[in-house]
Structure formats: C-alpha cells, structure tokens
C-alpha cells in the first residue's frame, strides 16, 4: 500500500495497492520534490473514467513502470471532483499547449509546481502517433538531467502566459434582449434538427441550453425556441443514452444519434436533467417528460443515494461482463439471446422490436443498447411494464458498476433542487423528502460554524478539501428550491450565509467578476476563473443565479448587483458561444423577467385554498420566479411580511421590480398571472 490508503477519496483509494509511490495534492510531495531534486508527475482523474482505469491497469499497476516513476518522479495523484481547482489550473495549461484536454491528465511539473510538459492517455507502446508512456518518463527525466535551464525557461512561459490569461469581458452589465436575441439564433444554427441536440459526436446533453430555451419561451413566446428543447429531449429519452429500463442518462452519447452512450452515469447530469424535463413537463404537459423526470429522480434515489442521505458521485462505465473481464456497458446491454433467455421466444421477439435490439447490434459484439424508437401501432402497456420489469430483474443479477460513494457538495445542491421540485410538481413527497435529507447532511456535515463548505464527504466524514465557487453556488440553488416548496425558512437563511461568502471570498469588488477559489484558499499557479458552462453550470453563473434568486426573496440589494455584474459576462460570450453559457443565458432570462416574486398566505399551510395557490405559483413558468408559502402573519419569509387574507381567504400576491399585481384568491388568475 502506498501513501494513498490513507485518503477518503474512491478514485484514490482505487491507486492505493499501486506499486507507484503515490502522493496526494500537498505541500510535503513539493517538498519532496525540492529535496530529492526530481520533477513531479501529476496525475489526474476520476472514479469512473474509462480510459483512467485503462492507463492504471496498463502503466500504474506495472512494476517495471513503477520502479522507473519511483526512481526519477514524485508521483501526485489528484481526483478532479475532489480539487476541481488543480484540475482546472492544470487542464487550462494543457489545453493552451496541445488544443484539446481529458482525463486521465498527465503533466509534469517542476518542484514549485509549474508545468513543463503535458498530455492525457499515454500507451504502455507507441500507437497512432502517440509514443508510449515509458518513452515520455524517459524524455522527461532526460529533459530534467540534461536540459534543466530550457525546462525552468519553459515553465516560467507557460506560467506567465496563464497568469495573461486573465477574462476580460468589456463591461458590467447585464444582457439584454439583444443578446438573448442573438444567443438564439446561434444555437439555431448549431442545431441538429433530424437528431435533436448541438453539433455533432459525442454529442453531450445539453442541459442548461434547454433551461435558457424554455425560459425563453416562456418570457417571449418562441415557439422556436421550444421545438429545439421539445425535440432534443424526445431524441434523448427515446436514445440509448437514456437507460430505458431503470431510468437515468449516461454522460453522453459517442454518436450524433443519442444511441451509444459513454455508460458512466454522473449525479450532476441526472440531477440537471430531471429539473429540465420537470420543467419541460410544467410547459407542456409532456407525458414523457413527465416520466423521465419521475424515473430519472427515482434512479437518483434508488441508485446514488447513499447510507447517510446525501447522493453519491457517479456509477461507472465498466463492469463485469460475468466472465472477470471488466468491459464498459456490459451491464447495460443486450443480445437477441439475452433476451429470450429471459422473457422466452414470443416477449423477446416483442422486446427486441420495441427496443430496437437486431442480430447486428448497435454496440460491441453484436449487442445492442435498448432504445425506443418510434412505431407504427400501439403496444399494450400493460404488457411493456411486465417486459421491463423482467429484463430489469435479470439485469439486477448482473455485476453491478462500481459507485464512487463520494457525496460532492455542489452535485449534492443540484440533486437537492431537481428533487425537490420534481417531489412537488408530481405530489411525490417521498422525493422531497429525500432532498431535506440531502439539504441536512450539508448542513450537518459539510457546513462548519461560520457557514463554511467543505467540498466532499465520504461515509459520514468531510474531507480535507475546501469548498470552491459551484459548491457555494449550488448548494444555495439547492436550499432556495427547498425553500420555494416547503416554506420552510431556514432554507433561506443557509442559502443567505453561503451567499455571503460568496460575496465577502469570491468576488472581485472592481469588476464584479467571480474567482473558482476563496480569496483565502491554497494559491495555486495562478487562481482558476471559469465563466463557461459544461457539463454542470459554472460556478460564476451558478452564484449569478443563485444570488438574484435570494435578492427576489429578501430584498438584498447587494446580492441583486452582484448577480448583475456577474451576468456581464453572459453578455460578451452569449451571442458568441451560447451552447457554453446556457446556465449563464438561463439566469439572465430571469433578470429580464423581474424575476417574479409570489407570496402565498393562507390560514394553514395545509389548508387546501393555500395548497392549491401554492402549487399553481410553483407550476408556473415565468423565468426564475421565487415563491414564499406561509400562514397569515408567518415570518418564516420576508415576502410574507404585511400580505393579508382577502376575504378571509387563501391569497397569493405577485410582484416584480417594485410592482405588485392585485391580489388574488383564484388559482386560475394566479396562472394567467405566471404563463402570461
């Protein structure tokens, strides 16, 4: 065992038997470094990252490799969800030097932590033009012996360039209808109208694109807008990337079709996801919507939910092909055999046609993943329901992918959200439920006494390693849902004093721009600054939509210029690459649209009248509005202060930039009110 086993991290703890002399992130493997005279190979990945597993089999479990990492490298394994600052520093460098990035990430670095060479996989032999990791370790060492003076000259380049790479972007002020206008018409033009989604393979999900589209919609009345959210989420629910038996999206797809996907599964994209087709539902009336929000939640529950009640990182891609060989999918698909083995002749015949399963396949060695293509006819439901359930029973006895158990702060506050909304949109309270229990375990475990975020935990401990902007973002996105549904205020509160960090340790007080690290974190080369949307928002437009959230709750002028500030970004880089900015593109909608503010009084939270304005003031569409629910005088929230009965009766009031509508005690005026 190496210095590893003592870390609470999976993807760690999956290096600890390595014959590598590994060290985690810390000041004494620099140390180390400096007093053995040897340059640092840093290297960077996740649990449930194929090509991770493929290099740690291949290189970190060979001896011979080991023994010359051993001699002639510090060795530094990092997990990217654990420190998505080292990783971000680090990816930015090898994305300047070679134009593309990934995981595994190799790059190697002198004792003071500045990168001279980089790359992602390496093969133990040379192949497709890429030489082998043990010839790189050679030409580093060589480099290190030989050529020290152009190696301290090519870090102190490559530092310099980062430290010039600081965002600019022009002013502080918000987009406007133009921007959101042009942002449009841009993702038009990336559109895949036959296939649904943006650009081509691997195509990803794209989330937040899809929250910016209905937002806009619904403020505008694009009818353009929502075919490209309605189609892509068809396409993605009918796909491959879709698990059609226990519900739930992989990370992506590797074709423009949606139908191999990249099998891992991520809390963050299901718990993104699920709010979006949440969402889809409450503007359309979906009925698929509706069940991939319920099946993509219930998948969360079911599946990532871990013994304390947060929800873990990830599933991975592999898994046992049940002959000892770890293949990626093998849990997930099928044969034409599989299926008769299970369901008999006449129900495979019928499985097969109803979930595209052919003798050819779709995947690896004539295996297919289910999809659910569109037929001609109609199937008896009934009958479907048995099927699934069947296959997924027999699917159940499979070896099951690995979990990385890691509850992820941020992941945690988007799972947190997505549940609690969808819990309250579909009358499930076992699913809001279930996001108190996460909302208590931050609050209980990653939450210390001034309110500051520990970024993971594990097994009922917090890690080491201190939140970052999307943790504090997120985690308030999650609490200010909670709040909106349950009309408890504390959520409000906890929300408040993460935001408050956000304001006093993240942002820059000139230009209003946000840092991926607190002013008092561990400096780094240089400190990481992210505006761009990917696979999750980033922190700085997460915080944006965070903050103007809790000024439409509480009237806090500081958060509202905050998050109008924050959104100047939005404003340079939404009309120029808006599938980058979508979250950004969401939370500026809001701004145009107040956002909203809706009160709801009543004499009882279950009293039915208040329970049914409630709901309507929750199932309304306009763009980021905050709802407060509460008995008549309650200071649970202050935008139940001074809002009477009317009559004596349930009464919900609607405001927004300092203007209030009539109140009124009609669930259908309230609607007109929300969906105009």
Not at 156 to 166: P, T
Not at 227 to 248: N, P, S, V
Request: hydrophobic residues 40%; glycine residues 10%.
């Amino acid at each position: 065992m190496n210095r590893l086993a003592h870390e609470t991290s999976p993807y760690l703890l999956q290096h600890a038997d390595n014959p590598v002399d590994w060290w985690p992130w810390s000041a004494e493997a620099f140390e180390e470094a400096r007093k053995s005279n040897k340059p640092v190979l840093l290297s960077v990945g996740y649990s449930s990252c194929h090509w991770c597993h493929v290099m740690a089999h291949e290189s970190f479990e060979d001896q011979e490799t080991a023994d010359y990492l051993n001699a002639h490298f510090v060795s530094v394994k990092v997990d990217r969800e654990e420190r998505p600052d080292v990783d971000a520093v680090y990816m930015e460098a090898v994305q300047a030097a070679t134009g593309q990035g990934g995981w595994p990430m190799t790059v190697f670095l002198t004792p003071d932590a500045e990168p001279f060479y980089f790359g992602t996989y390496f093969p133990p032999a040379p192949r497709h033009g890429m030489p082998s990791f043990q010839q790189v370790l050679e030409g580093v060492r060589s480099a290190w012996s030989d050529k020290r003076d152009e190696v301290a000259e090519v870090a102190g380049k490559i530092v310099r360039d980062l430290a010039g790479r600081e965002i600019s972007y022009g002013d502080t002020q918000a987009p406007g209808e133009e921007e959101l206008a042009k942002a449009l018409l841009g993702l038009t033009r990336e559109y895949d109208p036959q296939r649904g989604g943006f650009g081509g393979a691997p195509k990803f999900p794209p989330s937040m694109v899809l929250e910016f589209l209905l937002r806009h919609h619904a403020r505008t009345g694009s009818e353009g807008a929502l075919q490209m959210a309605q189609d892509t989420c068809e396409r993605m629910a009918r796909g491959g990337i879709y698990d059609q038996l226990g519900g739930g999206f992989a990370r992506y797809s590797v074709d423009r079709e949606w139908v191999v996907p990249h099998f891992e599964k991520m809390l963050y994209d299901n718990a993104l996801l699920c709010r979006v087709y949440a969402h889809l539902w409450r503007a359309t009336g979906s009925e698929l919507a509706r069940r991939v929000a319920l099946e993509t939640a219930d998948f969360m529950v079911r599946e990532l939910r871990t013994p304390e009640g947060g929800f873990a990182s990830a599933l991975d891609a592999d898994s046992d092909d049940g002959g000892g060989k770890h293949v990626e999918g093998a849990y997930y698909v099928w044969t034409p055999e599989q299926l008769t083995e299970v369901l008999g002749s006449q129900d495979a015949e019928l499985a097969a046609h109803y979930f595209g399963v052919t003798e050819e396949g779709t995947f690896e060695e004539g295996a297919s993943v289910l999809q659910l293509p569109q037929h001609e006819g109609v199937f008896d439901a009934e009958h479907i329901e048995s099927v699934k359930g069947r296959l997924l029973e027999a699917r159940a006895q499979r070896p099951a992918p690995g979990r990385d158990d890691k509850v992820v702060a941020a992941w945690n506050g988007l799972a947190i959200a997505a549940l609690a909304e969808t819990g309250a949109y579909f009358d499930r309270p076992d699913l809001v439920d279930a996001a108190v229990g996460a909302a208590d375990l931050l609050v209980r475990l990653h939450l210390d006494e001034q309110a500051r975020l520990s970024r993971t935990s594990k097994d009922g401990h917090a890690g080491a390693n201190a939140g970052v902007l999307e943790d504090y973002a997120d985690v308030a996105e999650g609490f200010l849902a909670l709040a909106s549904v349950t009309g408890e205020g504390v959520w409000l509160e906890f929300a408040g004093f993460l935001l408050d960090h956000v304001l006093a340790r993240f942002v820059d007080e000139e230009s209003g721009a946000l840092f991926d690290t607190a002013s008092d974190a561990e400096q780094l080369i240089r400190r990481p600054q992210d505006p761009t949307d990917n696979a999750a928002p980033s922190g700085w437009t997460a915080a944006a939509g965070a903050l103007l959230s809790y000024a439409a709750q509480t009237g806090a002028e500081p958060h509202r210029t905050a998050a109008e500030k924050a959104l100047g970004v939005v404003k340079a880089l939404g009309p120029r690459v808006p599938r980058f900015i979508g979250w950004g593109l969401a939370v500026a909608e809001a701004l145009l649209d107040g956002p909203r503010e809706i009160a709801v009084v009543g004499p009882a939270l279950d009293d039915p009248g208040t329970k049914a304005l409630h709901r309507t003031a929750l199932l309304g569409t306009a763009p980021g509005a905050v709802v407060a629910v509460g008995a008549t005088g309650s200071d649970e929230l202050p935008l139940l202060a001074d809002r009477p009965l009317v009559g004596g009766e349930p009464t919900a009031y609607v405001c927004r930039n300092f203007t209030c509508d009539a109140p009124t005690t009609d669930p259908d005026r309230l609607r007109a009110a929300l969906n105009g």
